[in-house]
Nanobody
């Protein structure tokens, strides 16, 4: 059974930084993708960043490119999201997600493609 557990959220002022972590267990796919998604009140869940477990290939939404960095430590079964230069519009519940894939480089961009989800961690950025 796949389980994902996020941590690291909190409240910061604009311009500050946070690092989110997602510990995964039970993933048995030889190739998988993990991603960070976020959802603000009244808005749809949107993709933030994603990473391929084997190739390490990454992709980011335009809104976070250059400010956020996704990474993974396969030995610890942990994925990270380093968030710098945070803005009030980054305020949301952040979720990690996982899916098994057949390719080596491309990860799905949309939430509907991911079958496993964590409970989320809240990030609040004040101006």
């Amino acid at each position: 059974q796949v389980q994902l557990a996020e941590s690291g959220g909190g409240s910061v002022q604009a311009g500050g930084s946070l690092r989110l972590s997602c510990v995964a267990s039970g993933i048995t796919y030889s190739r998988s993708c993990m991603g960070w998604f976020r959802q603000a009140p009244g808005k749809q869940r949107e993709g933030v960043a994603r990473i391929h477990s084997r190739s390490g290939s990454t992709d980011y939404s335009d809104s976070v490119k250059g400010r956020f960095t996704i990474s993974q430590d396969n030995a610890k079964n942990t994925m990270y999201l380093q968030m710098n230069s945070l803005k009030p519009e980054d305020t949301a519940m952040y979720y990690c997600a996982a899916v098994g894939v057949s390719g080596m480089y491309t990860c799905p961009a949309f939430a509907v493609s991911y079958g496993y989800w964590g409970q989320g961690t809240q990030v609040t950025v004040s101006s």
